[in-house]
Each structure stands twice: as C-alpha cells, then as structure tokens.
C-alpha cells in the first residue's frame, strides 16, 4: 500500500512560482502513474497533471499547460509540480495521487491520494 506525502505549498502573490513535491513509499514507485489535481473551495476536485511510470508521458489539463511541468524522480520515490505564472485561479489544495499501471486523469482512476497541500496566490 503506498502512502504519499505532499509538500511545497504555501502563499505567493500572482506571477510567482512555487515547486510542490510528493513523496511516495514502498519499493514499486515507477510501476504508478502519479498525478496531482486541485480543489479548489466550493468547487470539485480537478486534474492538473500526470505522468507515466516512465515519466516518459505526461499529461497537462489546458487550464496549465505551458505554466506548470510535472516530473518525476524514481530513485527517489518522488514527483514534483512546478508551477509557474501562478494566478489567483489556481489557489486551491493540491493532492499527489497515484495508480497502477495506466495514466488517468479522472479521480476515480486512482487508488492512493496524499492529504494535500494548500496553495495560496494573491493578486
């Protein structure tokens, strides 16, 4: 059973940038798909990112395309977000999640969620 770990959030103001990172246990981290998704108060839980157990395919929802990079670091049993050119919109709590074998971007499709981590951008 993997347990994931985030962390990296935090308050930043509009245009800022922060990296977010999720640690992952057990011994078959590259054998997941990890991929991070955001809820925002009041609203539903959305897909930000994924990537393949490779990391060799990844996976960006439109609203972030081109602002924020996910990647991934086997060795280490870790993924990372990299979020550029934050806006007011992107303010939400940020989960890391992983899943067997395929690459979804439905919360459904996965089967171990992290807690979360807030980000927090002001304008």
């Known amino acids: 059973q993997a347990q994931l770990v985030e962390s990296g959030g935090g308050a930043v103001q509009a245009g800022g940038s922060l990296r977010l990172s999720c640690a992952a246990s057990?011994?078959?981290?590259?054998?997941?798909?990890m991929g991070w998704f955001r809820q925002a108060s009041g609203k539903e839980r959305e897909f930000v990112a994924a990537i393949s157990g490779s990391g060799r395919r990844t996976y960006y929802a439109d609203s972030v395309k081109g602002r924020f990079t996910i990647s991934r670091d086997n060795a280490k049993n870790t993924v990372y977000l990299q979020m550029n050119s934050l806006n007011p919109e992107d303010t939400a709590v940020y989960y890391c999640?992983?899943?067997?074998?395929?690459?979804?971007?439905?919360?459904?499709?996965?089967?171990?969620w992290g807690q979360g981590t807030q980000v927090t951008v002001s304008s």
């Open positions: 057990g011994r078959t981290f590259s054998s997941y798909a």
């Open positions: 999640a992983a899943a067997w074998g395929a690459v979804p971007t439905q919360p459904n499709g996965y089967d171990y």
